[in-house]
């Protein structure tokens, strides 16, 4: 029942150093969603993926790089980590399809950069 | 003008309250709406889909106004497990993926 899984759930970097979120879902899912969270400003998309093997920007991308190699796993990566990018970060994943998919999270990662 | 405008609140009602929250949308093109609740330090979760005649799920009743561009939420009895903040959730669908965008969130407090 695990649904989906982000690892790991806390991290402090040092600006300029590299590090992957990884998540992973167990439902099937065709979709796979990074967010950010951040005060005041709700959750914004970095980057999405609508299969195995297909990446997609979204609203906030740059700093940012993704992978889909696997149906079940979405890699977020940061080549050279900034403070601006100190957030909350949220993965996601859905059925296919338009209309009405609700989204299922997993339970954050909290990264600092100092 | 932001794409899905929500009152910040918070909210500070008294159990057993009706409480309703109120959430605007920009794009006329949009195709569906959810309302997620997240807890303090948690992640987001579906609360309701919100459909076009309105719909019910217990205490909780979501409405869609098109017309006027706006979804609403309505927590009769309030719990003080209640407390949360509220996300309105609008998908502009892209056509390839689910899109959607949040808003900043209502923000709940049920007291005794």
């Known amino acids: 029942n695990a649904g989906v899984t982000q690892t790991p759930k806390f991290r402090v970097l040092k600006t300029g150093q590299s590090m992957t979120l990884l998540c992973a879902q167990d439902?099937?899912?065709?979709?796979m969603y990074w967010y950010r969270q951040d005060p005041g400003m709700g959750l914004r998309l970095i980057h999405y993926s609508v299969g195995e093997g297909t990446t997609a920007k979204g609203e906030v991308p740059d700093g940012y790089n993704v992978s889909r190699l696997k149906k079940q796993n979405f890699l977020l990566g940061l080549e050279s980590a900034a403070p601006s990018q100190t957030s909350v970060y949220f993965c996601?994943?859905?059925?296919?399809?338009?209309?009405?998919?609700?989204?299922?999270f997993g339970d954050g990662t909290r990264l600092s950069i100092l | 003008r932001k794409e899905v405008e929500q009152d910040p609140g918070p909210f500070n009602v008294p159990e057993g309250a009706t409480v309703a929250f109120n959430c605007t949308y920009s794009?006329?093109?949009?195709?569906?709406f959810f309302w997620y609740r997240q807890d303090c330090r948690k992640e987001p979760k579906l609360l309701m889909s919100?459909?076009?005649s309105g719909n019910e799920d217990g205490r909780f009743t979501a409405q869609l106004n098109r017309a006027s561009q706006y979804i609403s939420l309505l927590i009769r009895d309030s719990k003080l497990s209640d407390s949360a903040t509220y996300l309105c959730?609008?998908?502009?669908?892209?056509?390839?993926?689910?899109?959607?965008?949040f808003g900043t969130g209502t923000r709940l407090q049920v007291t005794l």
């Open positions: 959730v609008v998908n502009s669908n892209t056509g390839t993926a689910s899109k959607l965008t």
């Open positions: 996601a994943s859905s059925r296919r399809g338009v209309g009405n998919q609700p989204q299922h």
């Open positions: 439902m099937n899912h065709e979709y």
């Open positions: 794009n006329s093109a949009s195709q569906s």
């Open positions: 919100v459909y076009s």
